[in-house]
């Protein structure tokens, strides 16, 4: 039985190998939006009274998926941020024409509302669940769109539960 043991692990790798994968591991077309957006801190949380939502891009460059506080975003950071505005192109491919599309994100610290050319499309509480929101009704394939994403993260409200959060007003660097 020892002799035959190598041969019965290479034919389970090799037939494992053929037969393996099923149709759960088939992934739709997708874009990854991960990169380079553009963004502004909105410290006095007036961005929606300034038009924030209708931007064609900020002034500032971030690393996304990273956060303006890590050194990987290219923006390095320290100290609190109550709010913040991203902005990208976004453009949906030509052949993606009568499907459903939707705008998925992994997790957004703390309140999230995206918008679509100026329009509203969804908003989400939860700094560590992953939401998506239907954007078929807000896009043309083949047209660039911008992709506003207005999040609200302000620790001292309150509102969010906390861990290892600084809670003073002044940041110390934590």
Known sequence: MKRYMGLIIVLTCFFSMIFGGGPQFVRSPWVNLNGIWSYTFDFGKSGKQRGFANSQGFDNKI????????????????????????HRSLTIPSDWKGK???????????????????????????GTVSFSFDI????SVGKAHNLVVYVLD?????????GKQCPDFKSRGC
């Open 63 to 86: 690393n996304v998926p990273f956060c303006p506080e890590s050194s990987l975003s290219g923006v390095n950071f320290k100290d609190f941020i109550p709010a913040m505005w991203y």
């Open 154 to 162: 302000d620790i001292h409200s309150g509102l969010q539960a906390s």
């Open 136 to 139: 078929t009704p807000f896009i």
């Open 100 to 126: 459903k599309i939707f705008l998925h994100f992994g997790a957004v610290d703390y309140e999230t509302e995206v918008f679509i050319d100026g329009k509203a499309v969804g908003k989400h509480c939860g």
